[in-house]
């Protein structure tokens, strides 16, 4: 998506930008709504004294932690989400320091500095009126770099110093070797960290950047006994290098590090240019750095930054929720729309979203150890039970373009998948472990080094293959709203009919000709299982959806083998309790070792029993004795209890968990540590998802309004439905007042449940 592009293509897009700033999916009806943004603009008053104080800001690739400290310097790390070190580690790209001079930091003068969501900016107010300067920093949400804008109502002279941390070849141990967890467990194998280099300063321009000249990736391959599959798979990791370069008008390189005004001035900007390349050398990477900073250049940066706030404005008129009316409008609504804005400055890059910090990791204490910004608790895998979360998020916000990196990623995995599928099993179709590099393998640490395998020595993920199907069903509902045939084509279906087919032919047929999943387990929870229900009702649930699809769009021989599966399924395993039926784990089930409800994923996100559909009450009556009752980090507890059209327990989960912040951090949506990292994804998009489906709920063509919405939130939204189906709405004092709906002709399938029409 942010990939460089020429300068003809700019210009298409800016007029595409400018001109057609309506939704994707039609001519809806604009109000004013979408101005209610900037009421949840985030304001302080006073500068941060570290990184704990720091703002997140991002173009969906490249983020940046933003602070201010008192002493009058302006900081901030960058970060990207394909920084992948020699050892699999997500890095910071690089730590920034602004001077100003004289400060206008003073003690008695003004500061402000204000996230401004709508313009996708933030900016710094300080000084005297006399002295003020003001500074805007922005990362062009169309192009590859980042701006820092100053000015000053008088004269002054600016100091911009790269700082990097990276600067020895040293071993990761203690706490700090977590954060490289695939490679821990074996002593033979240290754990090297390795340095940056910085080019000595020519053309008043500071460049540097860090180079994997080792990897990782044979020793996993060779330890999980992929070795084949080395010669076929191109090592991801050897020879990345990412790093940037940083100039501005007016600037002089006094050393390698440190750029400097050559004389006061009123206006300074500094333009700072990241690249992430796999090269042969590093003479290719400099070319190439040279050419995106040449074709950026094309562009002023009045135009560009035009077109930034474009995207930004486009960005929030797709979709909103705004609350009034109760004394926890303002925390829940802020929270949905703070973390939106973390999902759109991280969401479209070359790899998803990471659950334990996106990239907005700082530093932190650990005990005794101080851990710095390429720290994150649990390392550099994509763990599904978390990675997923942010995305559910994405579909009702209309936030499509966030689902690419996710859909890719494991699309690009596919083929690796199917191989070692082969590999390890000699039968056709694929899984993706639990916790996974972006390649597709586990992690040596749980893997088990010098393990002959193939199934994992770490047990809480040793059979937990259900994200596969989970995958599927979160294809399907993105296909469902977008009718996007080329993705049915080229992502859902492959990817459905691979998994369909490995869970098809993993396990034995009982006497009865059923499928017996056993061994098995059902989720990390219990470890020996039988028939386990995510499986179960997930497979149940996307095969029912595949076979619903237009004949036209899948093949006989797909539907064929869709049905044989299908009629293979056990049943979904149940009991009676007291006279009443509940949903169970598994059919059988012991082993308990974690705190999930797996019974629960019939409600979500296999939605098998909810509003709408048959034994209502048995999700009911399963939810409400569940073992574990508690919210926040992965928990899914709200969304389950939107889904069962429980509006007291949704809403009161939606408002302690955006209630509930980091403690140690200033920004109002770092959530966290939780179970994961600062900030916590997971806290926040489980929210978001839930305050969505207490909105609306779909069913096929059905549209559920306010099924789980409390009488005394009024709300202002707008959400995307299947059918490219845009449904905008004002409801006051529990009665919808306004209800515009694209096109017009879905009305007649929509039913109100929560309030009157």
Known sequence: MLSLKTQKTFWLVLCVVVFYSCSCFGKEKTTQNFNDIETYNVLWNSPSKDSSGSMPIGNGDIGLNLWAEENGDLLFYISKTDLWSENCRLLKLSRVRLKLSPN?????????????????????????????????????????????????????????NLEVWRNDTRQLKGEEAISARALTGNDDYPIIAYPDVVLPAQNNRIVWYHRNEKSCYPVTLKNQHLDRLLAKYRDPLLHRTFGGCMKG????????QILKSAKPGKHF????????????????????????????????LKTAHAAHRQWWERFWKRSWIFIDGQKDAEVVTRGYNLQRWINACAGRGAYPIKFNGSIFTVDARMGKEHLDGDYRRWGGMFWWQNTRLPYWS???????????????MYIKALGFCLDKTRIYYKHDGAFFPETMHFWGTNGNCDFGWGHKGPETVNQYIRRKWQ??????????????????????????????????????????????????????????????????????????FVLSAL???????????????????????????????????????????????????????????????GIGKPNLEIGIETYRQRVHKGTGGWYQTPVQAAYLGLTGDASKFVTQNFSTKHKGSSFPAFWGPNYDWIPDQDHGCVTMTALQRMLMQ????????????????????????????????????????????????????????????
């Open 269 to 300: 900007v500094i333009s700072i240019y990241p690249l992430t390349a796999q090269t042969k050398t590093i003479d290719t990477w400099l070319d190439s750095l040279e050419k995106q900073i040449a074709a950026i250049d094309l562009i002023d």
């Open 698 to 757: 779909t069913d096929g063509k059905k549209i559920y309004l306010l099924p789980a919405w409390p009488a005394d939130w009024d709300v202002d939204f707008k959400l995307h439905a299947p059918f490219k189906t845009i449904v905008q709405g004002t409801v006051r004092k529990g009665r919808i007042e306004k209800l515009h709906v694209t096109p017009e002709n879905r009305r007649k399938d929509i039913k109100i449940l929560g309030g009157k029409s």
């Open 547 to 609: 076979l619903e699809l237009p004949d036209e769009l899948t093949t006989n021989s797909q539907r064929k083998s869709w049905k044989k599966t299908f009629a293979d399924l056990p049943l979904v395993p149940m009991k009676e309790d007291k006279g009443k039926r509940i949903l169970l784990p598994a059919e059988k089930y012991s082993e308990k070792r974690n705190q999930e409800n797996p019974e629960l994923y019939a409600i979500f996100p296999y939605r098998l029993f």
């Open 467 to 540: 994200g596969g199907i989970e995958l599927t069903a979160m294809m399907l509902d993105y296909y469902a709203i977008t009718q996007d045939r080329k993705f049915l084509r080229d992502m859902l279906l492959p990817l459905a009919d691979e998994t369909i087919t490995f869970f098809d032919r993993h396990w034995p047929r009982d006497e009865q000709g059923k499928i017996r999943f056993e061994p098995s387990q059902s989720l990390e929870t219990w470890w020996q299982c039988v028939n386990p229900l995510p499986e179960v009702a997930g497979l149940k």
């Open 249 to 256: 008008d007016g600037l002089t390189a006094v050393d390698k």
């Open 394 to 408: 994405m579909l009702a916000a209309g936030d499509f373009d966030l689902m690419q990196p996710l859909f890719k």
């Open 104 to 160: 206008p930091f003073g003690k008695g003068g003004r500061f402000s500095q204000t996230l401004k969501l709508r313009q996708g900016e933030i900016e710094i107010v300080a000084g005297s009126p006399e002295n003020q300067v003001t500074l805007r920093v922005w990362v062009d949400a169309n192009r590859p770099v980042i701006y820092v804008e100053a000015f000053g109502k008088k004269s002054f002279d600016l100091q911009c």
